[in-house]
């Protein structure tokens, strides 16, 4: 009989044995270039999208962002790309009060950072196809889309460097607030109640060796669930969000480390 | 003759300024440092202090001279008084032309025509300021480089040889070596050598053909240096890069440089991190992974950092030879001085051999400027011509199997 042996990491087929951890599985991914559009959105539609104990921050901000992953340690140096969304809020838990980013939804064009996100770290992860991003003109451009329908078109134009005033206030506006969030949900077996329902926090580390800024430019599209069945209803709901003024997009290319010994993911209390 | 019991004015109060002024006092000058701001005067003693404290913890100079030599500075606001009976005026402030050519025609009126004036300017030539003076015979670069004991002279087309041969003697008198150029040039020597490298090391992290790492092992392992492009850039401040990029007017040839650039640097100094004297830059600071003894552990003799790093340093040095503003043992000097590294970039050159150092220079590009390309070409083809192919023939730019650079004199401290 196959027994679980503890302590290990496993996933469905969870009969196989845990998953592999050792020295060539590091957090680290090593090249990392994204493509970030934050944008002041409707503070009422934006609250009506967060669970509770969560509010919107002080001003309510959404950013669309685009990464494009490689050099990735645990999956032996494969790639992926991802486009996600998160709103800047508060949470207010019962012994804990966080400022910070909570995780609307990503989109992944891998099963298995989908699977493990999803799983192990309660990060709303859905799938998407999303090629790499194209350069032309100096004009940064990226998309997903499933099931062969346009998800969202996203670029970033008139690139400059940053000014060492901004690089300050981002530093300043960002201590504290390191704090990226997520609602992890499975719904029951056998019945519509919720299996897992817990919040949750998932801390990286972000090493940004280059940074641009721009012009960002977002272009979400309206869906039918004919187009995309069991993603429409995400997208139709972010268009709604209006974008009431852009914030200075930002383009980084850098390295990430998910596994942080010190600030592991853990439930929000 | 130097008048003993004159004082020698320093204009600026800032790093270099106080640098300037630290060498002199040591040297036993009395000094006299201006600047327009109190605040910024205020900062001049901390600032030799701390300067002052590097140089003992390196065994160049004892804690007792140190003290005595800061008695011999005084600070003002008043320039008519901070000029009252100076023989030598050093200028150190912002690197603006028309800043400069203003404060140059007020010294000129203000000192007879017998005071020197200098400016310490890396970035302005003589020849861009010397027509707003009356008296141009008297005025001359005299520009230094901060740690190290090398001084760039250059005179404008006025400059009469006994300016020169005064500020040459000012410059033995503070222990240093004495550049003399027989030409103006941007950038000096050191400068227009380092600077390049400098840049080739940052685009080849931006462009991901290398690491900071690896592209300081790259440098190390070529030259023998304690550190590599990065860690320079740390020594020197990570700001003042970011700087000297910065101030870079938004010329169409170096437009998309400066961006690449400055996206690297912003993030850095943005954050606070300028370098070794906040302990954080390229790298951590007290104890950087570059000095441990296993950095350069399975580096490779050669990589395509290697020749991108080797081609920029080498093939600006032939230019300024080229370029007849220096002769190639001149240039190597310099270097030395300035680096303490073993050899200059026409030992390198020689290493190499000219035949492998004329590929080096096609594959690598016009790293020197597309424009300089047939000069240097043919430079290094004179040298082959005359049979002068590298240290493998037996001569090169020096002759082998004892090159002049081996002798200890080759950096005296003499003038070259």
């Given amino acids: ?269 | 003759m130097v008048d003993t019991n004159a004082h020698v004015c320093f204009i600026g109060g800032g790093t270099m300024g106080c640098y300037n002024a630290l060498l002199a006092a040591l040297a036993g000058h009395r000094v006299v440092l201006y600047d327009v701001s109190e605040e910024t005067l205020l900062r001049v003693l901390p600032t030799m202090n701390d300067m002052a404290s590097h140089m003992i913890a390196a065994g160049l100079q004892d804690a007792d001279g140190v003290a005595t030599a800061l008695e011999r500075v005084g600070t003002e606001t008043d320039l008519a008084k901070a000029l009252d009976g100076a023989w030598l005026v050093s200028e150190s402030v912002f690197e603006d032309i028309m800043l400069k050519r203003d404060l140059f025609a007020k010294l000129d009126r203000m000192c007879s025509p017998d005071v020197l004036l200098t400016t310490n300017s890396s970035a302005l030539l003589v020849s861009d300021m010397e027509d707003a003076l009356e008296h141009g015979e008297r005025f001359a670069a005299l520009h230094s480089h901060l740690g190290a004991m090398l001084f760039d002279i250059v005179g404008g087309p006025r400059t009469t040889s006994d300016t020169k041969e005064k500020l040459q003697d000012y410059v033995k008198q503070l222990g240093g070596v004495a550049l003399m150029l027989e030409k103006e040039s941007k950038g000096y020597v050191f400068n227009a050598m380092i600077g390049p490298v400098l840049t080739a090391a940052m685009l080849l992290v931006i462009n991901g053909v290398a690491t900071v790492p690896e592209v300081d092992r790259a440098w190390m392992k070529r030259t023998k240096s304690p550190m590599g492009p990065f860690g320079m850039i740390d020594l020197f401040g990570t700001s003042l890069i970011y700087d000297s990029w910065n101030n870079r007017p938004d010329e169409a040839a170096f437009a998309e440089m400066k961006f690449k650039i400055l996206s690297l640097l912003a993030p850095i100094v943005g954050a606070g991190r300028l370098g070794m004297k906040t302990g954080w830059g390229f790298y951590a600071y007290p104890e950087p992974v570059y000095a441990a003894p296993d950095f350069l552990d399975g580096q490779p003799d050669t990589s395509s950092a290697d020749y991108t790093l080797t081609a920029a340093w080498t093939q600006n040095a032939v230019l300024l030879a080229a370029n007849e503003i220096v002769s190639p043992q001149v240039v190597d000097q310099a270097w030395m001085v300035a680096t303490r590294q073993p050899k200059g970039p026409f030992a390198i050159l020689d290493d190499i051999g000219l035949e492998r150092a004329l590929i080096l220079f096609g594959i690598s590009g016009p790293l020197a400027g597309p424009e300089n390309v047939e000069k240097l070409q043919a430079f290094l083809l004179t040298q082959l011509k005359q049979g002068k192919a590298g240290r493998d023939s037996g001569a090169g730019f020096y002759t082998y199997p004892e090159p002049a650079y081996l002798q200890a004199e080759f950096i005296s401290g003499e003038a070259i």
Avoid at chain 1, 155 to 171: C, K, M, V, W
Avoid at chain 1, 196 to 216: A, C, L, M
Wanted: one cysteine or more; a negative charge; glycine letters at 6%.
């Fill in chain 1, 1 to 269: 009989m196959f027994k679980l042996e503890m302590p290990a990491s496993y996933m469905m087929p969870a009969h196989f044995g845990p998953r592999y951890a050792g020295e060539k599985s590091s957090g680290w991914y090593h090249d990392v270039t994204v493509m970030a559009i934050p944008y002041v959105t409707d503070r009422d539609k934006l609250a009506a999208l967060l669970p509770p104990k969560f509010e919107v921050a002080q001003e309510a901000v959404i950013s669309v962002y685009y990464v494009c992953n490689n050099q990735i340690d645990w999956l032996a140096g494969h790639s992926y790309n991802m486009i996600g969304v998160n709103a800047s809020v508060v949470y207010r838990g019962e012994e804990e009060t966080l400022e910070g980013t909570y995780s609307i939804v990503i989109w992944e064009n891998l099963a298995d950072p989908i699977l493990t996100g999803r799983e192990l770290q309660g990060i709303p992860k859905v799938f998407a196809d999303i090629p790499n991003h194209s350069i032309n003109s100096d004009i940064w451009r990226c998309n997903a889309s499933h099931f062969g329908h346009k998800i969202i078109d996203m670029q970033i134009s008139d690139l400059r460097a940053p000014e060492l005033e901004e690089i300050a206030a981002a530093h300043a506006a960002q201590a504290g607030k390191d704090n990226p969030m997520g609602w992890r949900y499975i719904q029951k077996v056998g019945g519509f109640e919720p299996r897992v329902d817990e919040y949750v926090t998932f801390p990286s580390e972000n090493r940004i060796k280059q940074v641009h800024y721009g012009v960002g430019e977002l272009d979400w599209k309206k869906l039918t669930w004919e187009q995309n069945p069991t993603q429409y209803h995400i997208v139709n709901t972010l268009k709604e969000l209006p974008i009431l003024e852009y914030k200075p997009a930002v383009i980084t290319k850098g390295a990430t480390n998910l596994f942080l010994p010190g600030r592991p993911t853990r439930i929000l209390k």
